[in-house]
C-alpha cells in the first residue's frame, strides 16, 4: 500500500475561490451523483482512494485501518483545499473526514465532483460534528456516517459479502428493568428473543448469541474489565452490542479491544441496533430516535 505525494497544480478559471460553504447562495454542481444502492460494495482496490481530513485522529483510526488494508493506494489531503491543490490520480473513492463543524468548501467539492465524477464519496462526521448540516447530499448522497458507524459501513463497502449470521437470542444486561424494557421491545418488535439480567451469568441463560450492554450496568471500563464481563455470558455468546451514553473514543477502543463489535450511543437509532443484529428489516414506521430510560 503506497501513500500518493502527487503535487500537480490544479488550474482553476481566474479569480475562482475554493473558499465557499454551505451557507453561500447560488447553484454549485458536484458532477454526476455517483451514489446509487446498486453501487454498494463496488469500490475498486485497484483505483487510489483520497483520504481527506486527520486520520490520525482517535475516532477515524479504525477506518483509516479498514481502507489501508483493502486498497493499493491511499492519496491522503489534509484538507479539502489541498486535495484541490495537490491533484491525486486515478481516484475511485473519496472520504472526508469532518473533525469539527467547521462547514466544507462547496467550489472545492465541486472541484473534487468534476474532477473525479465516478468516485464513490464518504463523508465521516467526528464526535464534535453535532449540530453539524446534514446538507452535502449533492456531493455524498446517502453516504455520510457518524465516526461510530465508519469502520463497520467502509468494511461493508469493501466486504458486501462478509454478512454476520442473523441474531437469534438476545440477553439484555441492565442494572434495572426500566433500562431493560425499551431494549426488549426493540428485540421484540425485531422478532428475536430476548432476556433481560441484572448482571452476566452464563450459568442461568442458555442459547444466547448476542449480548446488548446496557450502560446502567455496563460503564465505562478497561479492556480487562470488558473481557471479564463478556467472559461471564459464555462462549456462546458471540456478539456484543454496548449501548451507552457519549463517551470518550477511548473508551470505545478499549471495549472494541475486549471484543465488543458494536458501540450505539444513546439516543440511539433503531435501525443501528436493526444492524448489529445481522439485519435489515426494519419496518420504516419504526425508524427513528428512541430515548435512552
Known amino acids: ?16 475561490s475554493h473558499g465557499r460553504t454551505i451557507a453561500d447562495r447560488g447553484s454549485i454542481t458536484f458532477g454526476d451523483p455517483v451514489f446509487k444502492e446498486s453501487d454498494l460494495g463496488n469500490i475498486d482496490d485497484e483505483q487510489t482512494l483520497l483520504w481527506i481530513g486527520d486520520r490520525k485522529l482517535a475516532e477515524f483510526e479504525n477506518a483509516f485501518r479498514v481502507c489501508e488494508a483493502h486498497v493499493s493506494q491511499i492519496a491522503f ?11 491525486a490520480s486515478g481516484v475511485g473513492t473519496i472520504v472526508v473526514a469532518s473533525s469539527d463543524r467547521s462547514p466544507l468548501a462547496l467550489d472545492s467539492l465541486a472541484v473534487l465532483g468534476q474532477r473525479h465524477p465516478d468516485a464513490t464519496r464518504f463523508h465521516l462526521r467526528g464526535p464534535l460534528c453535532e449540530g453539524m448540516t ?3 447530499q449533492s456531493f455524498f448522497g446517502h453516504n455520510r456516517f457518524d465516526w461510530l458507524d465508519g469502520e463497520e459501513e467502509l468494511i461493508s463497502q469493501f466486504s458486501p459479502d462478509s454478512l454476520e449470521t442473523p441474531s437469534r437470542t438476545i440477553a439484555v444486561v441492565a442494572a434495572n428493568y426500566s433500562a431493560a424494557e425499551p431494549l426488549l421491545d426493540i428485540a421484540e418488535q425485531l422478532s428475536v428473543a430476548a432476556v433481560w439480567c441484572r448482571e452476566p451469568n452464563a450459568k442461568e441463560l442458555r442459547g444466547v448469541d448476542t449480548v446488548w450492554w446496557d450502560d446502567s450496568f455496563a460503564f465505562a471500563a478497561s479492556t480487562e474489565t470488558w473481557k471479564r464481563r463478556i467472559k461471564l455470558m459464555g462462549k456462546r455468546a458471540e456478539k456484543h452490542v454496548w449501548i451507552t451514553n457519549r463517551n470518550h473514543a477511548g473508551h470505545v477502543h478499549q471495549a472494541h479491544q475486549a471484543g465488543v463489535g458494536w458501540v450505539v450511543f444513546k439516543p440511539y437509532r433503531i435501525e443501528r441496533l436493526e444492524a448489529s443484529l445481522g439485519q435489515d428489516t426494519v419496518p420504516v414506521s419504526s425508524q427513528g430516535f428512541c430515548k435512552a430510560a
Open 1 to 16: 500500500m503506497k501513500i500518493s505525494d502527487s503535487r500537480l497544480a490544479d488550474n482553476l478559471p481566474p479569480g475562482q
Open 77 to 87: 489531503r489534509g484538507s479539502l483545499q489541498e486535495a484541490v491543490e495537490r491533484r
Open 134 to 136: 446534514r446538507g452535502y
